[in-house]
């Protein structure tokens, strides 16, 4: 069965929680995990405040295996509503 792409997407989204580090412009570092994955990008969900713009990503982040280092651009977040966190979108830089 062919599975459609929602509005505004581009490439097919893996449901997968893998841990990552997310390295902000003003030197944070944060471990989460990605909510989906896709050729473009990726989701994550975090209490932390970035903003609409570059992150350095380190995914999977495994401290003992090989971990992927690549940069992205965070292009939306949604506020969970009746909490601190947001779901924050993001697009790998080309």
């Not at 940069?71 to 697009?91: H, M, Q």
């Amino acid at each position: 069965m062919r599975q459609r792409l929602a509005a505004g997407q581009q490439h097919r989204r893996l449901s997968l929680q893998l841990p990552a580090l997310i390295h902000d412009y003003y030197g944070r570092v944060e471990t989460t995990k990605t909510e989906n994955l896709s050729k473009g990008g990726f989701c994550f969900v975090s209490e932390e405040d970035y903003h609409v713009g570059g992150v350095l990503v380190v995914c999977p982040c495994n401290p003992s295996g090989q971990t992927i280092e690549v940069r992205a651009k965070i292009v939306r977040l949604r506020p969970v509503e009746g909490t601190n966190r947001k779901v924050y979108g993001a697009r790998y830089d080309a």
